[in-house]
Structures are given as C-alpha cells and as structure tokens.
C-alpha cells in the first residue's frame, strides 16, 4: 500500500486533523492527530488506527505499524519541544 493511499483511508474514516505516514519496505510509521483521541485509552486510539487497516494487514500489504496518536493540544505541545530537524 502506498502512504498517501493509507493517509487517505485514516483521514477518510477517522476524520483527523492532520496523518503522516512514512513505509520502509511494509513496515509503516502512523502518526495522527485528531480530537477523536480525547480521553480515550492508548490502546483503544491504536484500534482505532488499526481498524480501517485490517484488510491489508491481513492481505500482507501492510507488516507492521507503528502508531504515535495525538490530540491537537498534544500534537501543538509535542512539535514545540520536539521540532522537526
């Protein structure tokens, strides 16, 4: 699967603020930023990212994902002190 393909399905189906996606080989890197992770568990916000992504998991197109989930608050706080070089 391509990033930009996975970066739209997790827009389309979560309704995020902003997603990020980057692959090496089949094993991706997810982070997501959105008001849906308000006050939810940590794992319930990766179920969250896993659930429109089981077909190509199970399908083999997809090995392995990491997750990093946000709120936008978090994700303001997080770029300020962790900047991208």
């Not at 080989?25 to 930023?33: E, F, I, L, Q």
């Not at 179920?47 to 946000?70: C, E, N, R, W």
Request: aromatic share 6%; glycine share 4%; charged share 20%.
């Amino acid at each position: 699967m391509d990033t930009k393909q996975i970066e739209q399905l997790l827009q389309q189906q979560l309704q995020l603020a902003e997603v990020i996606v980057s692959a090496e080989g089949s094993h991706y890197a997810v982070t997501a930023v959105g008001t849906c992770f308000a006050d939810i568990s940590r794992v319930k916000q990766q179920q969250m990212i896993y659930a429109p992504l089981m077909a190509a998991i199970a399908d083999g197109s997809i090995h392995a994902v990491s997750i990093k989930t946000f709120t936008p608050e978090q994700w303001r706080r997080e770029k300020l002190l962790n900047p991208p070089m």
